[in-house]
Each structure stands twice: as structure tokens, then as C-alpha cells.
């Protein structure tokens, strides 16, 4: 197995499409289909479905896929950083996050402004999976995570920085009834359809509320959202309402309204880190991280 298959098949596992791929890798077709021939040969296992209708990956093929692809990216990473100058000079820093509504509004500026104070450190975000962090830090598959776990604080080989103090928010359609509610507390959710975040994503806070609500006998229904994305959408299409911490959502959006929801557990939202792993530009991104957060929300005062 070779870098010039693995690259093949990511492009293949990509765009589904034998010329597309042949184009992108300046190949001929027949040239992709020996590669990735040979390929399902060392593997032994067959990585794609072919027929008439088009291409699609096999199980083995999806799970191939999704290992292989973060080697492609740290390799091709390398290769770059190699290229461009000594290694000694350049650092890394990899940050995984969830792509929140709070993380769009601050993450541009607070990485600008890290550059500005570690112009030779890079900074790579990548998507991540709540409750794996602990997983993704030991192995080093992140230097730091945007959290809103608390609870890897309290393992004596993590830190947790708290950034701010969340709460919580009944997300509804800007047309809804509750939009003019200055707030909404357990009651008021009877006769609705609630729709949750996948438990398996969830931060412990929102797993005891959401325990809380699974057991509220006069809710109309449940839903399940596997995102943010995926829950407002449905929020905006009328399927159903949300209660959500308040920095995983935006009141900026038109066609929806937060309103504060009554309850007595606590949420916030920070940065996790291995507590051996206080290098100076981790703690340097923590400092930029809290300053940029403070001026922002001073703005909006």
C-alpha cells in the first residue's frame, strides 16, 4: 500500500465519480480502476459497490474511509509544514470543536488575533465528537477542545479553562406562541413535540435535562436532531421546539427565539487540555480565547 492509492481512493470515496477522480489525480480512468483494484486486492475486502447506477462505498469501504482520511490529512499536513521550513520552527496547534453558533461568531476573530501573537504557529480545526475528548486529547488528536464538559476537570491528567456561564433556552419559531414568553419553564412544554440532541453527543448537563423531560408524562412527542444544524432546521420547518444551552445557538437568526428556560442546572462552556500538555501556545490561545470573548459581548452590551 502506497500514498499515491490511499490519496486515489480518498478522492474516489469522495466524489463517487471514476473520471472526477482521474481528473483531480491527473490520471487516466483506467489507471484509477487498476489502483483501486489492487487496493481491495491488499486489503482483501471489496471497497466499492459499482453498477449502472454509479459508485458507492461498501461498510469495509466507509470504515476505511474514515481512518484513512485523517492519515491523508496529517500526512499531506506534514509534507507541507516539511516543505516550507525546518520542522523545529513550525508548530502546530489543533483545536477540535463542534461547529457551534457561539464558535461561528468567535473563532474568526479569536484566531486572527492568536496569529497576531503566534504568526509562526498553525492552527487546524477539525470537527470532533462530544464525550470523546478525553479519547481525542490522551491520543493527541487535538492539542485543545471547545467543551462544554467540565467533568474531564475532575480526572487528574486534564484542565479544564471555563471560558463563560451558559444557561439554558427554549428554542421556537419566530411565529411561535411562546416567541413573546419572557420565559418558559418545564409546564409550558405540555402538548408540544420536544426535540432532543442525540444523547451519545450531549454534554452531562443537558443529558439530566433531557432525562428530566423524557419524563414529563404530558409532552406531546419526541424528536431526535444528530446537530445543531439538523435541530434548528427542524425548529424552523415547525416540527417542534428545542431547549438547548444558549451558546450552542444563535438569536441572531430571524426565524427563531430564544427564551430563558426555568431550571436549576448549570452549564458553561470552556477549553480542555491535557494537564501535561501546558505548552505556551495552549495557554496562549486560552488568554486570546477569554479576551476576545469579553470584548465581543461588551460590544453587544
Known amino acids: ?65 474514515d481512518d484513512m482520511k ?36 468567535y473563532l474568526p476573530r479569536i484566531i486572527r488575533r492568536f496569529h497576531e501573537t503566534a504568526p509562526h504557529t498553525q492552527v487546524l480545526l477539525r470537527n470532533f465528537v462530544l464525550n470523546q475528548e478525553t479519547h481525542d486529547l490522551l491520543t493527541q488528536k487535538f492539542n485543545l477542545v471547545l467543551t462544554s464538559n467540565e467533568d474531564i476537570s475532575r480526572q487528574s491528567n486534564f484542565r479544564y479553562a471555563k471560558i463563560l456561564d451558559g444557561s439554558y433556552v427554549c428554542v421556537v419559531p419566530h411565529d411561535h406562541p411562546f416567541a413573546r414568553k419572557k420565559e418558559i419553564g418545564s409546564a409550558d412544554l405540555a402538548g408540544q413535540t420536544l426535540i432532543l440532541f442525540n444523547k451519545s453527543q450531549s454534554p452531562h448537563s443537558l443529558k439530566m435535562l433531557q432525562d428530566r423531560l423524557l419524563e414529563q408524562p404530558d409532552i406531546a412527542s419526541f424528536l431526535y436532531g444528530d446537530s445543531i444544524s439538523i435541530i434548528h432546521t427542524m425548529i424552523k420547518s415547525e416540527m417542534g421546539i428545542s431547549v438547548l444551552p ?29 494537564a501535561d500538555q501546558s505548552a505556551p501556545d495552549v495557554l496562549r490561545f486560552i488568554r486570546v480565547f477569554r479576551q476576545v470573548v469579553e470584548e465581543l459581548q461588551e460590544e453587544l452590551r
Open 1 to 65: 500500500m502506497n500514498f499515491n492509492q490511499i490519496s486515489c481512493f480518498i478522492h474516489l470515496a469522495e466524489t463517487l465519480n471514476f473520471s472526477e477522480t482521474a481528473k483531480k489525480m491527473d490520471l487516466t480512468q483506467p489507471a484509477v480502476t487498476k489502483i483501486i483494484k489492487q487496493l481491495e486486492i491488499e486489503l482483501e475486502a471489496v471497497l466499492f459497490h459499482r453498477n449502472t447506477r454509479g459508485v458507492t462505498l461498501t461498510r469495509a469501504g466507509t470504515i476505511f474511509y
Open 70 to 105: 485523517d492519515v491523508l490529512l496529517k500526512t499531506n499536513l506534514t509534507i507541507e509544514r516539511t516543505r516550507k521550513q525546518n520542522q523545529q520552527d513550525q508548530h502546530l496547534l489543533s483545536i477540535g470543536f463542534t461547529g457551534t453558533k457561539f464558535e461561528e461568531i
Open 246 to 274: 444558549n451558546f450552542v445557538t444563535s438569536d441572531r437568526d430571524a426565524e427563531l427565539r430564544l427564551i430563558p428556560f426555568a431550571t436549576d442546572l448549570e452549564v458553561n462552556y470552556g477549553i480542555g487540555y491535557l
